[in-house]
């Protein structure tokens, strides 16, 4: 089984994004013998962003593809987003340009459900030292748009996790750790829904 991961570059002041660096960390330690795991870095840029998950989904076809983006707003949270959205997309990008009217896909829907149930998933998780929250809205940005594209081309078998930035709390590794944990748990959905 082929699952796929992003994170994302650097933006604004965060010179070292904790998404990518939570991305890496989980790559190291696996999700067992069955998973094979690919993951990218992606750009805070509108199109390359969409281009590259474009990529990941007609070349690689995974049986799951879980972004994973900073939120800087929160402190020590971390978000399960259970949908994408397709338009009011009007904050530029790293590169300053936003997508053409503020749209994702010009045919596609308003917003996308993962087929991942994400509030059974926050439901049943709990990390020590950190919350775990349940949300509807990815925050209209990068991340959100990434989202909205994966969920447009994996016909929703995608999944966006939302991390703090890095503290002395909240370090790489201890992200890594999280990730492997809701990760697991998101697989085991997966199984049961082929059943």
Partial sequence: HLSFFSGFGPFRQYLVNSSWEAVKELSKRGL????????????????????????????LQPLLTVHVGLASSAKALIILEQCGKN???????VCGFHPEGGCCMLDGPEKIESTINMK???????????????????????????YYTSLYYGNGRAAFIHVPPLSTLVTADFL????????????????????
Avoid at 41 to 55: G, N, S
Avoid at 128 to 136: K, M, Q, T, Y
Avoid at 176 to 192: F, S, V, W, Y
Wanted: aromatic fraction near 10%; glycine fraction near 8%; proline fraction near 1%.
């Fill in 120 to 146: 059974t998933l926050w439901k049943n998780i709990s990390l020590e030292g950190i919350d775990i929250i349940f949300s509807r809205d990815a925050g209209r940005y990068i991340c959100d748009y990434t």
């Fill in 32 to 59: 067992g013998e069955n998973i094979s795991l690919h993951i990218m870095q992606l750009p805070v840029v509108y199109q390359k962003a969409k281009e590259q998950v474009f990529k990941i989904w007609t070349t």
């Fill in 87 to 93: 338009k009011g997309y009007q904050e530029m990008d």
């Fill in 176 to 195: 890594g750790k999280a990730l492997q944990t809701i990760i697991l748990e998101m697989l085991k959905q997966c199984g049961e829904q082929r059943k």
